[in-house]
């Protein structure tokens, strides 16, 4: 039976960090550290007056801001933002951008995945990538209420124009939030013809505390906590002593997801209504 010690949990506050010329760089998901071979996750702090400039080459980056500097920026594609918590860019390969820390410090969750096979990509025509905020994304609800979650990147939420969010299955990715008493289904993901291997997936949290179960073990999380699911290995996130925010990384978005528990309210999720008292509209999956 799988256990807690088949997952990978880093603390990404005590985690060895690399001097750079942005500040500091930790990698906290990695091939070496978690055995992830399509994924790579950085947390990476941004010292006050400095500027952290991604270049995504052949790869999909996604960046993504856990606190905010007080008076920093984000510039992506010519156009320049404010910085703010849950705001960041999609990457695609060959494009750029650039964060700037002024007033403080600013605290960025960075991941890089290579660009995937045709067959994983679906005849979506891939790119370009995109600045985000928590204004733009749409958010989703389960039935129970007791989760909610704004999608950064992935390729089947629709915009309110009936856009893709993204067009590319490199990596499906976004920040969750728990209410007192949320938890995920007991659940699994598999591979699939296009992606044999499975996903790379983690959890990476912010504020809060987490209890993450793998069979009859499980081990509380604390916030800046990191753990990986190697593809196949069961598993089920509650909050716990309160609510819970934590972000969420699939790469590739190729994959199939068993349900071992019967939940059957975690498994739809619902746009939130346009204005007040207007239906739901249930998120397909497929």
Same mark, same amino acid.
């Given at each position: 039976?799988?256990?807690?010690?088949?997952?990978?949990?880093?603390?990404?506050?005590?985690?060895?960090?690399?001097?750079?010329?942005?500040?500091?760089?930790?990698?906290?998901?990695?091939?070496?550290?978690?055995?992830?071979?399509?994924?790579?996750?950085?947390?990476?702090?941004?010292?006050?007056?400095?500027?952290?400039?991604?270049?995504?080459?052949?790869?999909?980056?996604?960046?993504?801001?856990?606190?905010?500097?007080?008076?920093?920026?984000?510039?992506?594609?010519?156009?320049?933002?404010?910085?703010?918590? &849950?705001?960041? %860019?999609?990457?695609?390969?060959? +494009? *750029?951008?650039?964060?700037?820390?002024? !007033? @403080?410090? $600013?605290?960025?969750?960075?991941?890089?995945?290579?660009?995937?096979?045709?067959?994983?990509?679906?005849?979506?025509?891939?790119?370009?990538?995109?600045?985000?905020?928590?204004?733009?994304?749409?958010?989703?609800?389960?039935?129970? &209420?007791?989760? %909610?979650?704004?999608?950064?990147? +992935? *390729?089947?939420?629709?915009?309110?124009? !009936? @856009?893709? $969010?993204?067009?590319?299955?490199?990596?499906?990715?976004?920040?969750?939030?728990?209410?007192?008493?949320?938890?995920?289904?007991?659940?699994?993901?598999?591979?699939?013809?296009?992606?044999?291997?499975?996903?790379?997936?983690?959890?990476?949290?912010?504020?809060?505390?987490?209890?993450? +179960?793998?069979?009859?073990?499980?081990?509380?999380?604390?916030?800046?906590?990191?753990?990986?699911?190697?593809?196949?290995?069961?598993?089920?996130?509650?909050?716990?002593?309160?609510?819970?925010?934590?972000?969420?990384?699939?790469?590739?978005?190729?994959?199939?997801?068993?349900?071992?528990?019967?939940?059957?309210?975690?498994?739809?999720?619902?746009?939130?209504?346009?204005?007040?008292?207007?239906?739901?509209?249930?998120?397909?999956?497929?």
């Amino acid at each position: 039976m799988p256990t807690i010690d088949d997952v990978s949990i880093i603390n990404s506050n005590t985690a060895e960090a690399e001097t750079v010329d942005s500040g500091l760089a930790r990698v906290i998901c990695s091939d070496d550290l978690c055995g992830s071979k399509t994924l790579t996750v950085y947390r990476r702090t941004v010292s006050d007056g400095r500027t952290f400039a991604p270049e995504a080459g052949g790869d999909y980056h996604l960046v993504y801001t856990m606190a905010a500097s007080a008076d920093g920026s984000i510039t992506y594609n010519g156009e320049s933002h404010a910085s703010e918590d &849950g705001a960041g %860019v999609l990457l695609a390969p060959g +494009e *750029s951008a650039a964060f700037e820390a002024a !007033g @403080s410090d $600013l605290e960025l969750l960075h991941m890089v995945t290579p660009k995937p096979p045709a067959a994983i990509e679906e005849g979506m025509p891939g790119g370009p990538g995109y600045y985000f905020n928590r204004e733009t994304l749409r958010p989703l609800s389960d039935a129970s &209420g007791g989760r %909610v979650r704004r999608f950064c990147a +992935e *390729s089947t939420v629709k915009l309110l124009d !009936g @856009s893709r $969010l993204t067009s590319t299955n490199a990596i499906q990715a976004g920040e969750m939030h728990y209410r007192e008493g949320g938890s995920s289904p007991y659940h699994q993901h598999v591979g699939t013809d296009a992606n044999p291997d499975g996903p790379a997936h983690c959890y990476m949290t912010f504020k809060g505390r987490g209890l993450v +179960e793998v069979g009859e073990t499980s081990q509380e999380l604390e916030p800046g906590t990191l753990v990986f699911f190697p593809s196949g290995v069961p598993h089920r996130l509650h909050a716990h002593g309160g609510s819970l925010d934590y972000f969420e990384i699939q790469a590739w978005r190729s994959f199939k997801t068993n349900i071992f528990s019967e939940e059957e309210l975690g498994l739809r999720w619902y746009y939130d209504p346009e204005t007040p008292g207007a239906e739901r509209v249930e998120w397909d999956q497929s």
